[in-house]
T-cell receptor
Framework: SAVISQKPSRDICQRGTSLTIQCQVD?????MFWYRQQPGQSLTLIAT?????????ESGFVIDKFPISRPNLTFSTLTVSNMSPEDSSIYLC??????????FGPGTRLTVT | QKEVEQNSGPLSVPEGAIASLNCTYS??????FFWYRQYSGKSPELIMS????GDKEDGRFTAQLNKASQYVSLLIRDSQPSDSATYLC???????????FGRGTSLIVHP
């Protein structure tokens, strides 16, 4: 299994501000993913982050709102920009290994007031 | 559109019983199947992966895959209250790097 850490674990932010979430993986991986999970809901993929290329965003998510960096094979950041209360959610970082197993970080609980 | 369906539950079983969790999927080209356990307030934890038809056992957990019928199930033997969680099924089609997740089934194991 993988060891994935995320910072911060939680934050309360004001409307209109931005928050950058960091994700660190314990070994080099090609693919990292960012998910969002609303309370009581399943996982929604925001984007796939590949090292050395632009992130690939899923329908409904845009780079201006969720810019992603992937400077190396063990690290990625997701920024939630110009936040509104609708962005309140848990944000999860994930990485892919072997035959497609995905492991998740502990998550960042974001509350926007 | 790829779909992964799970009964949302809750599924309630007594301690010591077998809990049976089911998942159906729409894409016949799917090749990889995963079960995740998610405790309330925590992130999903991978507990089982299965790639070929049949059963795969790991401790108290058994994953069963039937590609012809397009379903995958998870059996938990000797269920414990600590097994109470939401169980997410994830299915990855061949050629895709990204699995599709179901909405999860809530399992409650009562003493």
């Amino acid at each position: 299994s993988a060891v994935i850490s995320q910072k911060p674990s939680r934050d309360i932010c004001q409307r209109g501000t931005s928050l950058t979430i960091q994700c660190q993986v314990d070994s080099q991986v090609t693919m990292m993913f960012w998910y969002r999970q609303q309370p009581g809901q399943s996982l929604t993929l925001i984007a796939t982050a590949n090292q050395g290329s632009e992130a690939t965003y899923e329908s409904g998510f845009v780079i201006d709102k969720f810019p992603i960096s992937r400077p190396n094979l063990t690290f990625s950041t997701l920024t939630v920009s110009n936040m509104s209360p609708e962005d309140s959610s848990i944000y999860l970082c994930s990485s892919r290994y072997g035959q497609g197993e995905q492991y998740f970080g502990p998550g960042t609980r974001l509350t926007v007031t | 559109q790829k779909e992964v369906e799970q009964n949302s539950g809750p599924l309630s079983v007594p301690e010591g019983a077998i809990a049976s969790l089911n998942c159906t999927y729409s894409d016949r080209g799917s090749q990889s199947f995963f079960w995740y356990r998610q405790y309330s307030g925590k992130s999903p934890e991978l507990i089982m992966s299965i790639y070929s038809n049949g059963d795969k056992e790991d401790g108290r957990f058994t994953a069963q895959l039937n590609k012809a019928s397009q379903y995958v199930s998870l059996l938990i033997r000797d269920s414990q209250p600590s097994d109470s969680a939401t169980y997410l099924c994830a299915v990855r089609e061949g050629g895709s790097y990204i699995p599709t997740f179901g909405r999860g089934t809530s399992l409650i194991v009562h003493p």
